[in-house]
């Protein structure tokens, strides 16, 4: 079974619609992550969450809000969906640790593809 | 702020050959860390390699090594013995100091293996 998966894998939606992307890790990480990839500009950060009761945002949370529901459950909205939100999204996880000692490798769920009409 | 700038939009490499795959990056801080991912064209996104700003010696993992120069704030993939498997996009990553939250990432390199 994968450590971090995501539901759905696919979703096509209406603009104004609200959507949830979820977030389930068994790898035990304190922290998780949501970011947007887009075509040509790589991955950036949307909100991510040192533990249940710590969220922060990211560059980009304009238009998006998150729960941490549990340590292994992370969820994403979009409150009223729009065309620009077009885009594959993925959690990731890591463990509490430092840059040196390579403790916040961040692994990856598959992602979601999100089209918003 | 953190930068990080892959070069080479796109590289082919004949199968059973090696290739480098370029990233510099620019950081004002001492401490930071160097990653490199692989997305096949199905999406995800998988960890390959990580390179610490104080490791003395360059990263291997198998057929990847990461070819790390300080000075000259570079961080190159290396892979070795090219499989028809490794055409993909890559990705390098580095995230810095205390706030080691946040993973910046290049616009990555796509790799082509041809037969």
């Known amino acids: 079974d994968a450590d971090v998966t995501q539901t759905p894998r696919n979703r096509i939606t209406k603009t104004g619609k609200r959507i949830m992307l979820e977030c389930s890790q068994t790898?035990?990480?304190?922290?998780m992550y949501w970011y947007r990839q887009d075509p040509g500009l790589g991955l950036r950060l949307i909100y991510y969450s040192f533990d249940v009761k710590d969220i922060n945002k990211g560059e980009i949370s304009d238009g998006y809000s998150v729960s941490r529901q549990a340590q292994a459950k992370f969820s994403l909205s979009l409150e009223s969906a729009i065309p620009n939100q077009t885009a594959l999204y993925f959690c990731?996880?890591?463990?509490?640790?430092?840059?040196?000692?390579?403790?916040?490798?961040?692994?990856f769920g598959p992602g979601t593809r999100l089209t918003v009409l | 702020a953190q930068k990080i700038t892959q070069t080479q939009p796109g590289m082919f490499v004949q199968e059973k050959e090696a290739v480098t795959l370029d990233c510099t990056y620019d950081?004002?801080?001492?401490?930071?860390?160097l990653f490199w991912y692989k997305q096949p064209s199905s999406g995800e996104m998988i960890f390959l390699i990580y390179q610490g700003s104080y490791d003395e010696q360059n990263a291997t993992e198998g057929r990847y090594s990461l070819n790390f120069q300080k000075a000259r704030k570079s961080a190159n993939l290396v892979i070795s013995a090219s499989q028809l498997g490794d055409s993909a996009m890559y990705f390098c990553?580095?995230?810095?100091?205390?706030?080691?939250?946040?993973?910046?990432f290049g616009k990555g390199t796509l790799l082509t293996v041809n037969p």
């Open positions: 990553a580095m995230n810095s100091g205390g706030s080691n939250y946040k993973l910046t």
């Open positions: 990731a996880t890591s463990p509490l640790g430092t840059a040196e000692r390579g403790h916040d490798t961040q692994y």
């Open positions: 950081t004002s801080d001492q401490s930071y860390g």
């Open positions: 790898k035990g990480h304190d922290r």
